[in-house]
């Protein structure tokens, strides 16, 4: 038996939720129940990435993956694993093409074609103990930049590597700093934007959870090339967890003499905050950010002056988000020429995503920029749920667009997906099956867009929710023939003059649903139908008399009682439009297929 | 000073360095509707109604928030300019009530003036309306939310002329409002009734409560006077139809003042026409007021004054001036007392 193993459980907000911290005391028990306490230890990590079959625990050193356990399972996989050496085998993954239970991480598709940098340390160390960031090279980044560089080469080093902001623009990231660097001013401050917002999309906050002393370290970094001795970690409130542990970074950093005055006995001082938002999704914007650390009311206002010039409180300001600042001790640590090596010509490095909807495998994935989105959703993602036909790819959140299937072997990177009518965003990736509706996905996401608006400009403010009533009207069946021509004027005019990113991009979805589903937009006008039978207010439901038994099932459990017939009088089983509410109760209860929906 | 020269709908133009596309348009008298700019607040680039189309930059750019540079090319009336205001313009009027032919602004309203230049309808976008109540539980200002288009500019008025900032935007997306915090009614707020906020509402949300069913804004002759509440010197205008002041409205070219009033000023005018009114000078006899003379009046003041300074000496005489006066009168009123009754008991309303 090997010595000194490891239970790493994750205990991120995903795996949390799913019950994954009473494991921890369950696991604690059992070690010492079963007398293996001084060769097993157990560490409550930061997001593995594989949420939807969570709680997940990895043996270490073995690399032994268990998905969707609870504390019932975890005498038999102590006993299992630790005293007679086998697997538990109900509780690994199985591959969906081999349907084969698979145990060891490097053999499951998920993890096999990721290339983690920023997500290194997530997952695999105790977020909770700078010890352990430091004993995987964490903080070498910074002592490498103060004991022998100058700001300026740091700067050059950064734009070398290539690096763009991961917020979802994709400026270059040395560039931005240098606008900031040249603003003289007595007074500099950096922000880490960590308002992440996009609905699905939850990388930052898993950063924030699993290696906060990354993106401090990252900040810490930034804020010597650029000249800054304060910083912000804007964070939004929900993301209780990531306060928690960035809290206790930071307390530790200070400790350790990373974060303060004089670090490392350089003169370069620099003091980090955490400044919790409310929740607003424009916060994310960074001129609405800082009007919010200010106590103003969240809402962009005009550039220029760009934040580089004048920032928070007037003073000259850089703003990056989580999973950039993230980045940065890697390049210091192995260079600029390394970090190039990742990616695509004009963007280098790895992209996590955050992958969900219809496919099999579901979490955050970090993957090589110029990956393609067959191999994400295919390989990493295994394919699509239930055996369904793949539809459509909606990338980058409420600011993005959906993806056909012809536009599968895109390589994601941020100019190939802004010419295709989608954009990298944030890198929320979720995916559509043949039954999602294009015309209610858009709805759904300018839903999103028209409750988040902040108000300040005309075409945001009106024109999103006149956007979201005419995709309800269509929806629901009562499109006219002049919708689309009026949908697709304002969704261009408000793109064309709002006041932020927010209002520029929430049209994106529906000029993208446009430009590759038109048809479907058109059958609910036209044809009154929805193609993907998902509209309620379109589907008819009718029960085929060939194959009906009489057997009067769904006659009994209808709600609304709008299906008659009898046995005894041979009389048909047939459902009153008027009256049927479209719950899809018949086809349920129906054990012949006798009932459609069309 | 730098000058620039750009290229306006075809035309070159020259304007001074720090000049936005905005001003560089209106000296040049090429028409640019705005809704949220106003020359004397500073810009929030929010109504978008003014954008443009510029050679080299993404999208269509807001003229009031763009500065005018060396070489420009500005095009401010091709189809996609035009159809992008009008698409803005439609989208604020389905979201105004078309009650005009009441409206206390018509004829004096920009949305509308637009809206009709634009050949708006209100028509394309139907949809939900915002029902919100109208405040009217003071004697000054009448607010109607309903018809508010969010421009900002009476909260930027409130904080930038009169430097309360009583108000501000609250809710969110289409649901926003702007009010007093808590959305409390005027008249429970902190409101000074300065009036700032009304006379830069562009539409009806915010008008003069005295002035309402009292006259369209065509059928009222506008006479610039100086207050006479005080020695500030403010002017404004005084609205008058019928031979009738029915009101006061700022006038912005105003040399001391501005747009910027007191609520005296703006809404004290009622006084005019006041039945309680003093017209001549008054003589106490037997114990009744009795309507007198000027010269009798004066004569009086200067016999008891005499007598009273003769028998009493001078410093059992003082007098209060008045801030109703102007600073000249104020000044000869100490003036008189120092030199002529011959005593430093002098003061001012506004000193005590």
Redesign the interface.
Known sequence: MAENQRILVCAGTGCASSGALPIIDVLNNEIKRQGLEKTVSVVGTGCQGFCEKGPTLVIEPQQILYTRVTEEDVAEIIEQEFIKGERVERLLLVDQATQKPVSSMGDIRFFAKQHRIVLHNCGVIDPKKIEEYTARDGYKGIVKALKGMSPEEVMEEVKKSGLRGRGGAGFPTGLKWGFCRQTPSDKKYIICNADEGDPGAFMDRSVLEGDPHSVIEGMLIGAYAIGADEGYVYCRAEYPLAIKHLGIAIKQAEEAGYLGDNILGSGFNFHLKIFEGAG?FVCGEETALMASIEGK?G?P??R?PFPAVSGLWGKPTNINNVETWSNIPHILRNGAEWYGQFGTEKSKGTKIFALTGKVNNTGLVEVPMGTTLREIIFDIGDGIQGGKKFKAVQIGGPSGGCLPEDMLDLAVDYDTLTQAGAMVGSGGLVIMDETTCMVDIARYFLNFS??????????C??????MY?ILDRITKGEGKEEDLD?LE??AI?I?????CGLG?FAPSPILATLKYFRHEYEAHIHDHKCPAHNCTALLSYSIDVEKCKMCSLCAKNCPTNCISGDKKTNTPYVIDEEKCIKCGTCIEKCKFGAVTRA | MEWLTLTIDGREVSVPKGTTVLDACRMNNIPIPTLCHAPELT???????C?VQIEGMR??P?SC?T?ATQGMKVETQNPKVR??RK??LE??V??HPLDCMTCQKMGDCSLAEYAYDYGVTGE??Q??KRNLPIDSGNPFILRDQNKC??C?KCIKACSEIQGKSIL??S??????QVGPAFNLPYNESDCDFCGSCVSVCPVGALVEKQMVGKGRPWEVSKVQTTCPFCGVGCNFDLNVKDGKVIGVTSNPDAPVNGKALCVKGRFGMDMIYSDNRVTTPLIRKDGVLVPAEWDEALDLIATKLGEIKKTYGPNSIAALSSAHCTNEENYLMQKFMRAVIGTNNIDHCART
């Open positions: 607003a009311r809402m206002r005009v220029p028209k409750k988040e608006s902040c108000g300040k400009c005309t075409p403010r009106e024109g999103t929710t006149r009533e009026t004027n304002l005019t793109k064309e003059t709002s006041l520029q | 810009s929030a680039g929010a109504c978008r109604l954008v999208n269509l807001p928030v500065q159809n992008a698409v803005i989208l604020l389905a979201n394309v976008y949809g939900e288009i969010l900002g501000d935007f809710h969110r997306g289409f649901d926003t």
